[in-house]
């Protein structure tokens, strides 16, 4: 029998604020985290808009030292994963290092010094570069400085799959698990990735919402009048461990399990997904075969839902595939409408809502949601968040590549073994 795989900790830094319940009042309140970008001067872009965390300064967590010598999204990762880890209960001087580890997405790791770099390095010269260049760049450092951090000694990885590298990377951590392998997991996403030349990619490509005056409508998923989506950083980092390991140690709380993960491939385009959903479709219904659960089992999905026309009417079109008739009956709510598109972190946040829905019975709402589209009429939670008693939750979540990943959680009652 595999083990179970719970989750006793969680860790988040938002655009809506620092730590879980600052995000999470902010998030069932339907504020919006997004602002005019206030991190450099984007008054050339065709985009000037974001979700910047407003309310972080890595030295409240990290030693001073240490922290410079860290890009953006690792202080990001290595603090939310402090968080976790006090949320969880665990005392590190007790745990065996070497039956804990990390396994950490990044859609691009370390964007801020990769710029900054490049900078000195056409303005001052190869000699100006930094010894720490390539060590705060890359992209498996919030992974690896997590284990430097807390001194764990498991298994160490990191997923690079775009916008899907969060729910990947919780897949693979749970079944981690689930294969014996470990005993804890620190898993999620971290990213921050706004800076001029990401900016200008995306905005070359004409994927974000050019609402510049009004920034806090600009995320608008499965509304008629949706224009792109909007770039935004942060990290959601959860401790993963058996139930077992949970239940021996006298952790605190059980947020939820995690019961099932799929993965599939578009094989399509390099950035569309598949016209008909069938990647999409695929991911959900292996997620769903691997936790047992039949489709009208499940009553609330957090969608990937990032407010451009193709995503929302292809993901639609997919739930109703799997679905089928359940699908009018389920709850759908797209939480990018508030926080923005945390890209490669957006798995480990809309995680670590999936656990707090299942937990607290609130549902939060689509924000901005207000025209609706003919070809996008699910029941999306509109504007006002629902209390509701939520028994098994299902989170998407797609990047380009034609990346696809599905993770199914299930509320733990006291008691339950």
């Known amino acids: 029998m595999r083990p179970r795989v719970v989750i006793t900790g969680m860790g988040a830094i938002t655009p809506l604020g620092t730590g879980l319940e600052v995000f999470w009042s902010a998030l069932v309140a339907g504020r919006s985290g997004i602002r005019t970008i206030q991190s450099f001067d984007a008054g050339a872009f065709r985009t000037r808009i974001a979700g910047e965390v407003p309310d972080f300064e890595p030295t409240d967590y990290i030693e001073k030292k240490e922290a410079r010598r860290m890009d953006r999204y690792a202080q990001f990762a290595v603090a939310g994963a402090g968080m976790a880890i006090k949320d969880a209960g665990i005392e590190l001087d007790g745990l065996r290092r070497e039956r804990a580890g990390v396994v950490i997405g990044s859609g691009i790791g370390g964007m801020h010094t990769f710029e900054e770099q490049a900078r ?11 010894p720490f260049f390539v060590p705060m760049m890359i992209g498996n450092m919030a992974a690896g400085q ?18 899907a590298s969060g729910n990947h990377a919780i897949g ?19 990213e921050a990735s706004i800076t001029p030349l990401a900016l200008a990619g995306f905005c070359a490509m004409k994927a974000t919402s050019v609402r510049n005056d009004s920034p806090e409508q600009a995320s608008r998923p499965f509304d008629a009048q949706r224009d792109g989506f909007v770039m935004s950083e942060g990290c959601g980092i959860l401790v ?13 709380r059980i947020y939820a399990e995690v019961i099932g993960y799929g993965t599939s491939c578009d094989a399509y385009h390099i950035t569309a ?12 219904q292996a997620a769903l075969r691997d936790a ?16 451009t026309s193709l995503n929302d ?34 798995g480990g946040l809309e995680a670590v809502i999936c656990a707090l829905v299942l937990q607290r019975g609130v549902i939060p709402p689509t924000i901005n949601y207000e025209h609706p589209d003919p070809e996008c009429d699910l029941d999306y939670v509109p504007n006002i968040a629902r209390e509701a008693r939520v028994r ?11 990346h696809n990943a599905t993770l199914v959680f299930r509320r733990y009652e006291d008691g339950d073994r």
């Open 120 to 130: 000195v390095l056409f303005e001052r010269g190869p000699d100006r570069v930094s």
């Open 146 to 163: 997590i284990a430097l951090t807390y001194g764990l000694c498991g298994p160490n990885v990191t997923v690079v799959t775009a916008c």
């Open 172 to 190: 693979d951590a749970f079944k981690v698990i689930q294969r014996g392998d470990a005993d804890v997991i620190i898993t999620g996403g971290t």
């Open 240 to 252: 993963l461990e058996s139930l077992e390991h949970a239940l021996q140690r006298g952790a605190p």
């Open 273 to 284: 997904p598949d016209p008909e959903g069938l990647g999409a479709v695929r991911s959900m």
């Open 292 to 307: 047992a659960v039949e489709p009208d089992e499940v009553d609330y999905v957090n969608a990937h839902g990032t407010s």
């Open 313 to 346: 009417r292809v993901e639609t079109l997919a739930l109703k595939s799997v679905f089928g008739p359940a699908a009018s009956k389920l709850a759908v709510s797209s939480t990018k409408s508030m926080t923005g598109h945390l890209l490669g972190a957006a």
């Open 392 to 402: 098994v939750c299902l989170s998407n979540a797609f990047g380009f590549g034609g």
